[in-house]
C-alpha cells in the first residue's frame, strides 16, 4: 500500500519547536516534490513549505519564512518540517503531500499522495 505518513506534531508552548516527519512506505521519494500544507479550523488548507525532488530547490509560505526549514533525507525516505519559534497561529493540522514533476507548488490537485495529517497546538 502507497501511504504517507505524517508524525512529530503535539502541544507546544509559543517560541517553542517541533519537527514534524512525513514518512513514506510503499514507494520511494526519491523522484518526487514534497509539500507541506496546514489546515486550521475553521480556515482553508494552506501550503506551507515544499521541496523539489533533489532537495535543491525549496519554497516556503511568507508566514513561516525564516522559522520553518524542509530538509529531505531520500535514504531514510523521509522529509522533514523544522518548525522553530512557533507562534499560536501555527496551531492546524499538518499533512505532507507528493507529486511527480519538476515544479514545487502548492496546487493541490496536482498532488498524488497525502498522508492523514498530524496535529500541532501552540498555546501557553
Known amino acids: 500500500q502507497l501511504q504517507l505518513v505524517e508524525s512529530g506534531g503535539g502541544l507546544v508552548q509559543p517560541g517553542g519547536s517541533l519537527r514534524l516527519s512525513c514518512a513514506a512506505s510503499g514507494f520511494t521519494l526519491d523522484y518526487y516534490n514534497i509539500a507541506w500544507f496546514r489546515q486550521a479550523p475553521g480556515k482553508e488548507r494552506e501550503g506551507v513549505s515544499c521541496?523539489?525532488?533533489?532537495?535543491?530547490?525549496?519554497a516556503y509560505a511568507h508566514s513561516v519564512q525564516g522559522r520553518f526549514t524542509i530538509s529531505r533525507d531520500n535514504a531514510k525516505n523521509t522529509v522533514y518540517l523544522q518548525m522553530n519559534s512557533l507562534k499560536p497561529e501555527d496551531t492546524a493540522v499538518y499533512y505532507c503531500?507528493?507529486?511527480?514533476?519538476?515544479?514545487?507548488?502548492?496546487?493541490?490537485?496536482?498532488?498524488?499522495?497525502w498522508g492523514q495529517g498530524t496535529q500541532v497546538t501552540v498555546s501557553s
Open positions: 503531500a507528493a507529486r511527480e514533476g519538476i515544479l514545487c507548488d502548492y496546487v493541490e490537485v496536482r498532488y498524488d499522495y
Open positions: 521541496i523539489t525532488s533533489s532537495g535543491r530547490r525549496t
